[in-house]
């Protein structure tokens, strides 16, 4: 069964840091590239931060180059998303995708206070 499930979100004081992570099962996850996106209230969804199948490819959105840092361990079948320096804008429901399919998990709620 192919699965995604992310853990790590929570209420976090403006400056604080959290750690997501995503865990892959039911495919090959060392064979596809990855993304993280967030969508808040009322916004549009936001392509975070994606990296390529060997880790060795990243990009960041704009708003959260800097701070934000994605990697990957291809042995647990895991992503995961370092969050530094968090602002209020980015609370939001978190979650991770498979590049390139309809493949995602149901999200994990960070929100970061003022």
């Known amino acids: 069964q192919l699965q995604l499930v992310e853990s790590g979100g929570g209420l976090v004081q403006s400056g604080g840091s959290l750690r997501l992570s995503c865990a892959a099962s039911?495919?090959?996850?060392?064979?596809?590239?990855m993304s993280w996106y967030r969508q808040a209230p009322g916004k549009e969804r936001e392509l975070v931060a994606r990296i390529s199948f060997g880790g060795v490819s990243l990009y960041y959105a704009d708003s959260v180059k800097g701070r934000f840092t994605i990697s990957r361990d291809n042995a647990k079948n895991t992503l995961y998303l370092q969050m530094d320096s968090l602002k209020p804008e980015d609370t939001a429901l978190y979650y991770c995708?498979?590049?390139?399919?309809?493949?995602r998990g149901q999200g994990t709620q960070v929100t970061v206070s003022s």
């Open positions: 995708a498979r590049v390139a399919s309809s493949l």
């Open positions: 039911g495919f090959t996850f060392s064979g596809y590239a």
